[in-house]
């Protein structure tokens, strides 16, 4: 007999079978189940469409097997970034010793994100632009680890950071590393948002352990199980080193992103 295996992202059930033959050629098969854990491996993020509920800078409606949603990308925290009439202007008050304000300032934007509820592995990866590439869970965009056209690492730009690790660039507020507002609200293990290729984003913890980009892959994600997803899902991670979201392009087929 010849056993085929399918190759999946799951983790697949295993038993051992044990045979015996006694002198009258009857069989007699013990079965051992090892594991009963199975992965799902046909994702769907429907139930994390709630998150965004309540958040005054974010809309979104589906269409079959479609989200869209729409941010003002204003953020729902306080910021130096902010006019300095706004209820929300807050000087900086972080951590940074360098901190140095850059000249852009929060104004209201028009972004829309479509994409797949039922995100899978892209067959050719493409690789992440210049400019929104998620929306967190607050509506406020992700940029990746890029900083200006010419795709320069994020280095000094750091230093222009807010207290909650955003700043704007002309008028569009966006995070390229941890939102620390999330974090702290939700926790650092918590669910912050969601790629343009449907495939969700999570903090820098995992099951009480600090992720390092050693835990992930090239894309600086990894298939496991989460509070949200108790069947498992390929998911990316922030972490405090570079690239901190997203590393080599999209794990999944991206969506489209209009402003």
Same mark, same amino acid.
């Given at each position: 007999?010849?056993?085929?295996?399918?190759k999946?992202v799951?983790?697949?059930s295993?038993s /051992?079978i044990? &045979?015996?033959?006694?002198?009258s050629?009857e069989?007699? #098969?013990?079965?051992?189940d &090892?594991?009963?854990?199975v992965?799902?491996?046909?994702?769907? &993020?429907? =139930?994390?469409? =709630?998150r965004f509920?309540?958040? *005054?800078a974010v809309s979104y409606?589906?269409?079959?097997?479609?989200? =869209?949603?729409?941010?003002? *990308?204003?953020?729902?925290?306080?910021?130096p970034?902010?006019d300095?009439s706004?209820?929300?202007y807050e000087?900086y008050?972080g951590?940074n010793?360098?901190?140095n304000?850059?000249p852009?300032?929060i104004?209201?934007q028009?972004?829309?994100?479509?994409m797949?509820?039922?995100?899978?592995?892209?067959?050719i990866?493409?690789?992440t632009?210049?400019g929104?590439?998620?929306?967190?869970?607050?509506g406020?965009v992700?940029?990746n680890?890029?900083a200006?056209?010419?795709?320069?690492? /994020?280095?000094?730009?750091i230093?222009s950071f807010?207290q909650?690790?955003?700043?704007?660039a002309?008028?569009?507020?966006?995070?390229?590393?941890?939102?620390?507002?999330?974090t *702290?609200?939700f926790?650092k293990?918590?669910?912050?948002?969601?790629?343009s290729?449907?495939?969700?984003?999570?903090g820098?913890e995992?099951?009480?352990?600090?992720?390092?980009n050693?835990?992930l892959d *090239?894309y600086?994600?990894?298939t496991s199980?989460?509070?949200?997803?108790?069947?498992? #899902?390929?998911h990316?991670? &922030?972490?405090?080193e570079?690239?901190?979201?997203?590393?080599?392009?999209?794990?999944?087929?991206a969506?489209s992103i209009?402003?």
């Amino acid at each position: 007999m010849k056993n085929r295996f399918l190759k999946a992202v799951c983790i697949v059930s295993i038993s /051992l079978i044990t &045979i015996s033959c006694s002198s009258s050629d009857e069989e007699e #098969i013990e079965i051992i189940d &090892i594991s009963d854990t199975v992965t799902e491996t046909n994702y769907d &993020i429907s =139930s994390i469409l =709630s998150r965004f509920d309540g958040i *005054d800078a974010v809309s979104y409606s589906v269409s079959g097997n479609t989200v =869209s949603f729409t941010t003002t *990308d204003l953020p729902n925290h306080t910021s130096p970034y902010w006019d300095s009439s706004h209820d929300l202007y807050e000087a900086y008050n972080g951590t940074n010793s360098d901190w140095n304000k850059n000249p852009n300032s929060i104004g209201e934007q028009n972004i829309t994100f479509t994409m797949t509820l039922n995100p899978s592995e892209a067959t050719i990866k493409s690789a992440t632009p210049l400019g929104p590439i998620g929306i967190s869970r607050n509506g406020i965009v992700f940029f990746n680890q890029y900083a200006g056209p010419n795709e320069q690492e /994020l280095t000094s730009e750091i230093n222009s950071f807010d207290q909650w690790l955003g700043h704007p660039a002309g008028t569009q507020y966006h995070y390229h590393i941890e939102p620390s507002f999330l974090t *702290d609200s939700f926790g650092k293990d918590a669910f912050l948002g969601l790629l343009s290729d449907g495939f969700p984003v999570y903090g820098p913890e995992e099951n009480g352990n600090t992720i390092t980009n050693a835990d992930l892959d *090239d894309y600086h994600g990894h298939t496991s199980v989460t509070v949200d997803f108790p069947n498992g #899902i390929y998911h990316y991670h &922030i972490t405090n080193e570079a690239p901190y979201l997203n590393g080599n392009g999209f794990f999944g087929t991206a969506g489209s992103i209009t402003r």
